[in-house]
C-alpha cells in the first residue's frame, strides 16, 4: 500500500479511538501482554533473521535483540501501562466567567503519532500501548535492520486488534525505505507530531527535514561525577552498574569524572569493569592512577574523541578535574542533557549540582540506569525527550496528550 493512501487510513482510524472506554483499551493491552508471550517463539524466529544480517560486535547488536527474557519484561511493561490511569479528559482547569459562561481545560490526544526509530524492535511493543492508552493512533517508520522483528510484532498486535473489532489502522508499519521517512516528516494534515528515536544523525536528520512538530528524544551521552566527598563504595557499585548493566542503552554512563583529590580511589571505582571487559580512555592524571591497577589491554590515553561520545558499549572516558565547578564545566560542555550524576556525601554539592545540571533527569548517589520510564513508575515510554518544549525526560502517558478548551454557555454573546 502507497504511503499516502496509509496515512489516509490511520487518520481516519485515530478519529473512532475516543470512543473505545477505558476498560475496553485495558482489556486489549492485557490481552496483547498475553499474544506477545505465547508468540514468542514466532517473534524470536523473525529477530533471528534481523540479527543474521547484523555484527555481533555492532553497537546496536544488543538493541535489536529480542530474548524470551526481554519479551516477557515487554509484556510486564505493557501491563503495568494498562493499570494506570486513563491521560485522556483530565480537567486540567477550570472557571466561570462573569457572564456565566463556564471554560474547562481538559486533556485530549495528540490523533496521530508518527514514530521514526532504528534497530529497536522492542520498541513497536512499547509505542503502540502507550499510544493506545492515551488515545492517539501511530504510525511506525523503523528501520531495515529490524524489519522482520517488527513486521511479526506488528501482525500480533493486529490479530488482538481485530479480535476486539478495532479497526488495524491504528497501527500502521511503513516501509523501511528512504522514501518512506522523507513522507512521514512531511504529512502535514496526517501526522500531528514525530518522536525520532535512535542515534543522534538520526535525531538531526529528522529535525532538519521534518515540516510537522518533532519531539526530540536526544542521544545519551551520561556522565557521573565522583566528588572530593564521595563515598567510594556507592560510587563503585554506581559506576558498574551505570556503565554494564546494558551498554548499548541510551543511560548508560560514558564519561566519570572524578576530582583530583580522590585520584587514588580510582582504582577501586572502576574495580568491577574488567569483569565486562571495558575499555577506559583516561586523561594524564587518571592513566597515571590507573596504570597497574587496571587490565593493561583494556586502559587506553584519552583523546579530545573520548569527551562527548556516546559509546553504547563496553567503552568509557574518564576525565579529572580539579575542582567542583570544573566538574559542572565539563559536564555542561559535553553532555547532551539527557542525565547526569554525581556521587557526593556532601548536602550543599548536592543542592548546586541539582540546581546547576541542565539535564532531563539529574541523579544523586543514584545510578544513571533508571532514567527510564518503567523504573519511573510511567508504566513505559515513548522516549526520553531532552529537549525543554512540551515534554522532558521520560515520556510517557501524560506527555503524549494535549489539550482542548470546552467552553458552555447559555446563549452567551460577545458585545459589539
Not at 580512555?281 to 597515571?288: H, L, R, S, T
Amino acid at each position: 500500500m502507497e504511503v499516502k493512501k496509509q496515512l489516509e487510513l490511520t487518520l481516519k482510524a485515530s478519529r473512532n479511538l475516543a470512543l473505545l472506554s477505558e476498560s475496553k483499551i485495558n482489556d486489549v493491552l492485557l490481552e496483547l501482554a498475553e499474544a506477545a508471550v505465547e508468540n514468542t517463539e514466532a517473534i524470536l524466529v523473525e529477530n533471528q533473521k534481523d540479527l543474521s544480517r547484523m555484527d555481533p560486535e555492532d553497537p546496536k547488536f544488543d538493541r535489536l535483540k529480542l530474548t524470551p527474557e526481554r519479551i516477557q519484561s515487554i509484556a510486564d511493561d505493557i501491563r503495568n501501562v494498562a493499570s494506570l490511569p486513563s491521560p485522556l479528559g483530565r480537567i486540567l482547569s477550570e472557571t466561570t466567567r462573569p457572564n456565566g459562561m463556564r471554560i474547562k481545560k481538559v486533556s485530549v490526544a495528540f490523533g496521530v503519532i508518527g514514530i521514526i526509530y532504528e534497530a529497536r524492535p522492542n520498541v513497536t511493543f512499547d509505542v503502540f500501548s502507550l499510544c493506545l492508552k492515551s488515545g492517539n493512533a501511530c504510525v511506525l517508520k523503523g528501520g531495515s535492520d529490524a524489519i522482520d522483528s517488527n513486521t511479526a510484532i506488528v501482525k500480533v498486535i493486529h490479530e488482538v486488534l481485530e479480535k476486539h473489532g478495532i479497526d488495524q489502522n491504528v497501527l500502521a508499519l511503513l516501509p523501511a525505505d528512504r522514501a518512506a521517512t522523507a513522507e512521514i516528516l512531511n504529512a502535514q494534515g496526517y501526522v500531528d507530531l514525530i518522536i525520532p528515536r535512535g542515534s543522534q544523525g538520526l535525531i538531526n536528520y529528522v529535525r532538519e527535514n521534518a515540516t510537522i512538530p518533532v519531539i526530540e528524544t536526544g542521544a545519551g551521552i551520561c556522565h557521573t561525577y565522583f566528588d572530593e566527598y564521595g563515598d567510594a563504595d556507592k560510587g563503585q557499585a554506581i559506576v558498574e552498574n551505570a556503565k554494564t548493566r546494558r551498554p548499548s542503552v541510551c543511560n548508560a554512563l560514558d564519561c566519570l569524572v572524578i576530582h583530583e583529590s580522590r585520584l587514588a580511589d580510582l582504582p577501586q571505582l572502576c574495580a568491577d569493569l574488567p569483569q565486562s571487559k571495558v575499555v577506559v580512555y583516561a586523561d594524564e592524571k587518571a592513566y597515571a592512577a590507573l596504570a597497574g591497577n587496571y587490565p593493561a589491554e583494556l586502559l587506553e590515553k584519552a583523546t579530545e574523541e573520548s569527551f562527548g561520545t556516546e559509546f553504547l558499549g563496553y567503552k568509557m572516558s574518564v576525565k579529572t578535574v580539579p575542582a567542583f565547578l570544573d566538574a559542572l564545566d565539563h559536564i555542561a560542555a559535553y553532555s547532551s542533557k539527557h542525565s547526569e550524576a554525581i556521587v557526593s556525601e556532601n548536602e550543599e554539592r548536592l543542592d548546586l549540582f541539582r540546581k546547576m545540571v541542565d539535564a532531563s533527569s539529574v541523579y544523586c548517589n543514584v545510578s544513571t540506569a533508571f532514567t527510564d520510564g518503567a523504573q519511573f513508575g510511567l508504566g513505559a515510554e515513548i522516549g526520553i525527550s531532552t529537549q525543554k518544549l512540551h515534554a522532558r525526560g521520560p515520556m510517557a502517558l501524560e506527555e503524549l496528550t494535549s489539550y482542548k478548551y470546552l467552553i458552555d454557555g447559555d446563549g452567551q454573546v460577545r458585545p459589539k
